[in-house]
């Protein structure tokens, strides 16, 4: 199989493909040893694990219907 078959395995059954080692993402050994296809693959699966991770934090902000609004201090 080739490598994006195995990264699909892999999240099937569980990965973060946010999980950053020492090396880095899995996208950023991949762009390092110039699997642009696949470090493409990476940089968008890492896109929307972060906006799923971003709603699922959104919706903990909100109970009974008052939002908490969030905003960084000055």
């Not at 195995?6 to 080692?21: E, Q």
């Not at 050994?29 to 991770?53: M, N, P």
């Amino acid at each position: 199989p080739g490598h994006s078959d195995v990264v699909h395995v892999l999240l099937d059954r569980g990965a973060d493909v946010c999980y950053k080692s020492s090396a880095g993402t899995a996208g950023d050994i991949a762009r390092a040893k110039g699997h642009k296809e696949l470090a493409e693959l990476l940089k968008g699966l890492e896109t929307q694990s972060a906006k799923v991770r971003n709603l699922k934090a959104a919706s903990l902000l909100v109970r009974d219907g008052d939002a908490v609004l969030m905003h960084p201090s000055s």
